[in-house]
């Protein structure tokens, strides 16, 4: 009897712990019983999919799972590859109005050696929030000049910033812009013509001087190049090895920036925010580059234009031709990239290529789909178990795999409505 | 001559108080009507006559002249209120006294602003445009309809709402006047305890020595003068007497309790606390007393005092009976509050009834204007919304809005271009190529106007 009451007391104890646990879980898991939307091999029915040691080893129809794997039925559940936010602030940000949080913006105005990686804070409130959504995945990058610094793609699960580095870094420029910023912009035509000059030719001279270095670093193999970080960052660059993320924005400054991209010869640029891009929409499907673009849930960015232009701004360049990937720009509500895709399904782009656009797009812009961005053999196991159409508001996402890591679904959100729903004790401090 | 010229100034004034609230007929056919406060109506009808609600049924024939459009298909619900904006202001914050309870929002409202019907795309019929945090008592504030089209800032006004104010606690009105700003009370929560405390005692005694004045004036044989009027104090006893609902900007949980305790103690009744992101950890207290809840669904860490925060505030606050609203302060967020409540059913699974509530019945409560809004009913105003696809849905699209029975949004036909005025001075070659900036929320609505005090430009997360 005693035995008993031990063997009760001893479950329910490994039972409580398992539900408190903040660590993730290594193995083999079998998910089984679950409609697959692979994403890239069509949507399998009553499938499984199996995962070990940090990879998809199989996707197909049920299966006899292997020896000591744990089986999780997800009848009636959806399985889908981790979802990407292609552009946000995630890690490098804490608290926002907190400066001292804050490590997105370094001093300077040609900085592209400036490591976003560096700063990510992987202990970070912000990211349990956000993996539990489901967005398994983000581009976090960082902000300010003309180059700010050069982003990097993190899986949101680990302890370093490397355990997280999936693999793509990519120096972000902010091409000038040639036009009056708002209303607030009281400056002459002239004085803004002056200005967008200026800058272009110091973004020109960025590249000439990268280009000179190129040139001195190949002819010496390096050996005849001083210290020059900046010019050192922009290596890859001029030698098409990293990309350029290329923020622009008004329909004007794309055109110019199109034009920019083509006198240069440049080929591995990812044009990012693109908000009036559905202004210029062929322009950018000839030129052939692809789109980073949202927020989603955005306004449109002049006063005259159709209240749903940026709903429907990336249904609108795919229609065109041009391929689009979303991000959120967010820090603490990645999580509602899911939405964001939403709305731009509902708003013309269609759930499929939604979907898309938060999978294997993304994977593909940055030169991952190897690992991410759908469901198959091979690929990274980041995978995400929802109870119904993850882009439906109301529903929950029930498992997260990030590299194989089984990802426990508590997050500061989860912890206080666990403490909170029943507050105990209640007015009276005496009773339950 | 004078007599001229005072009749002219009274047609002026007689065609200008003339200028009548339009109202229209409308016959919603055959839709699913939500009508929140008596359930879910299959395949009904909806008239509007005259800018009210006047039946709900089935095969209702259309009145002569009524506009009829048909909803089969598609779901019929009460115009969404948003209890938090800032739309169709000229001025947000009057930031240079932690007690600003002299002035009126009404006095600067803007009729041109297009985010009126950017908001009316949403489906949001009703907004109380707020004064801004930047005081520990801030200015009143006014419930509008969005009647846009209209160049007149009166007719934006909801007749018969009741007067509401603003109040803030925590770090806003700490930094505007404590030693990072003004250098003056208060720089702290204890302070701002005081300041508030101070008013109503003040106001208390304002509100008497009038009392006092005109309750003796007319006896016989009394000499004594008026007390000297006081716009300021005249505010703070309206508040005293219930004639004006509190809407508290807040965020932390000691903060709340603080302004729960000090109404207790001058018998305030009517308060609704806005924001409000720690209002779960005292669920209990606010529905003990009685007070009301209006907060974001998702909204947190863009500043410290939201950094303890839970997007199941909303689905705790409801559980433990507060009544409870999901706002917007945003003109972005405000385009899909629908989108907002279905939230509430991720987190903390609250039934579709309960998440619509919190955009049509729940905020109409805390504006005190339930009689009119805020469910279909017959009686009720006209204002309705018309969505492709159930509104909790992500894949929602609203078709059209009607207020007061007139069609202000109709996706398939309006023109692009809903300006109501357009400067042509203005320049409209303009960009603006900033990442994370104007096109996502920027979180300093409710601290518009009191930059200058602070001698910097705010951080974008201050809200």
Known sequence: MKKIIYLILFVCAGVAALAQSPKGKYGTFVLTNATIETVTKGTITNGTVIISNGKITYVGAATTAPQGAEVIDCKGKWIYPGFIDGGTNLGLSEVGSDQRTRDMSEIGDVIPQMQALTAVNPNSVLIPVTRVSGVTTVLTAPDGGMFPGTAALINLHGYTPDQMYANFKGVVVNFPSTGRRGGFDRRTDDEIKTASEKAMKKLNDVFDRASQYHKLDSATKGKGVEYYPEMEAMLGVVRGERTILLEVNAAKDILEALKWIKERKLKNVVLTGCREGWRVAGDIAKAGFPVVAGPVLALPSREYDRYDKAYANPGLMKKAGVKVALRTSETENVRNLLFNAGFAAAYGLGREEALKAITIVPAEIFGVSDKLGSVEVGKTANIVVSDGDPFETKTNIVHVFIDGWQIPMVSRHTQLYDEFLKREPGVNKSQK | ?463
């Not at chain 2, 169709?88 to 002299?102: F, G, I, K, Q």
């Not at chain 2, 949403?122 to 846009?148: E, F, P």
């Not at chain 2, 949004?409 to 190529?433: G, H, N, S």
């Open chain 2, 1 to 463: 001559m004078k007599k001229l010229i005072i009749i002219a100034c009274l047609l002026i004034a007689v065609s200008g108080m003339a200028q009548q609230l339009e109202r229209g007929t409308v016959l919603i056919k055959n839709g699913t009507v939500l009508t929140i406060t008596q359930g879910v109506k299959e395949n009904t009808d909806v008239l509007i006559k005259d800018g009210k609600i006047s039946q709900i049924g089935k095969n209702i024939a259309a009145p002569a002249g009524a506009r009829v459009i048909d909803a089969t298909g598609h779901h019929v619900m009460p115009g969404i209120i948003d209890a938090h904006s800032h739309l169709a202001l000229d001025a947000v914050n009057e930031a240079t006294t932690p007690v600003s309870a002299m002035v009126w929002e009404g006095d600067d409202l803007d009729p041109l602003d297009v985010g009126m019907y950017r908001a009316v795309a949403g489906g949001v019929t009703i907004s109380h445009a707020m004064h801004g945090s930047a005081n520990a008592i801030g200015g009143q504030c006014q419930t509008i309809k969005h009647r846009y089209g209209t160049v007149d800032p009166r007719v934006l006004m909801m007749e018969g709402a009741p007067r509401t104010i603003k109040f803030a606690l925590g770090e806003n009105p700490t930094r505007v006047h404590g030693n990072n700003g003004a250098g003056i009370v208060p720089n702290t929560r204890m302070g701002v305890e005081f300041v508030i405390r101070q008013a109503f005692s003040e106001g208390k005694e304002y509100m008497e020595s009038w009392n006092k004045y005109n309750a003796s004036k007319n006896q016989k044989g009394f000499r004594g003068a008026p007390p000297k009027y006081d716009l300021r104090m005249e505010t703070i006893a309206a508040i005293l007497r219930g004639e004006i609902i509190i809407h508290c900007h807040s965020y932390r949980a000691d903060e709340i309790y603080m302004l729960l305790k000090v109404c207790k103690d001058f018998g305030i009744k009517r308060l609704v606390f806005q924001h409000v992101n720690e209002g779960f950890k005292v669920a209990p207290e606010l529905a003990a007393q009685g007070a009301m809840a209006s907060v974001f669904a998702d909204w947190w860490a863009y500043k410290f005092e939201v950094y303890y925060s839970t997007a199941y505030n909303a689905a705790i606050l409801t559980r433990n009976g507060v009544v409870t609203s999901i706002n917007s302060d945003d003109a972005e967020l405000t385009r899909h509050l629908y989108h907002e409540a279905a939230k509430t059913q991720k987190y903390g699974g609250l039934t579709d009834e309960e998440a619509l509530s919190l955009i049509t019945i729940n905020p109409a409560k805390q504006l005190g204007i339930e009689s009119r809004v805020g469910s279909l009913e017959v009686g009720k105003d006209g204002d309705v919304v018309i969505f492709k696809g159930h509104p909790l849905s992500v894949y929602a699209v609203p078709t059209f809005t009607i207020i007061d029975g007139v069609v202000k949004f109709d996706r398939e036909k309006d023109p692009d271009d809903m300006r109501l005025y357009v400067d042509p001075k203005q320049t409209i070659d303009m960009t603006d190529a900033v990442f994370e900036d104007e096109s996502s929320h920027n979180h300093d609505e409710c601290m518009k106007n009191a930059e200058f005090l602070l001698g910097v430009k705010f951080a974008d997360q201050n809200r």
